[in-house]
């Protein structure tokens, strides 16, 4: 496959930051179609993607405290959610800069 070129590049490195609105699927999909055409589309979809593992694991935390009845728990979810918009979104909007992200919180899971 050809390599992607500059403007291809951004496009597809921001997707991966502003499909994690959309949860994990788009950056894994962008991260294993496209991490062999650019290393910038790879090292990008892969920290959207290590985000959304993170935000993931504070969902489950969230419906484990639910099912325990503790209180708050909505707001809680509703607080992941808009970090996690507010997060992806400056990430798209660095990556359309030509500049990398570094999301301010998230596990290294996928290497």
Request: cysteine-free.
């Amino acid at each position: 496959m050809a390599d992607l070129d500059p403007a291809q590049t951004r496009q597809w490195a921001g997707l991966a930051h502003l499909g994690g609105i959309a949860f994990v699927l788009p950056s894994l999909i962008i991260w294993l179609v496209y991490r062999d055409r650019s290393a910038f589309v790879a090292q990008e979809a892969k920290k959207a993607l290590n985000f959304q593992v993170t935000v993931a694991i504070g969902y489950a935390i969230v419906l484990v405290l639910a099912v325990m009845s503790v209180p708050l728990t909505g707001l809680m979810r509703i607080a992941i959610f808009v970090t996690s918009a507010i997060f992806s979104i400056q990430g798209y909007l660095a990556v359309q800069r030509g500049q990398s992200y570094r999301y301010p919180f998230s596990l290294e899971l996928i290497s």
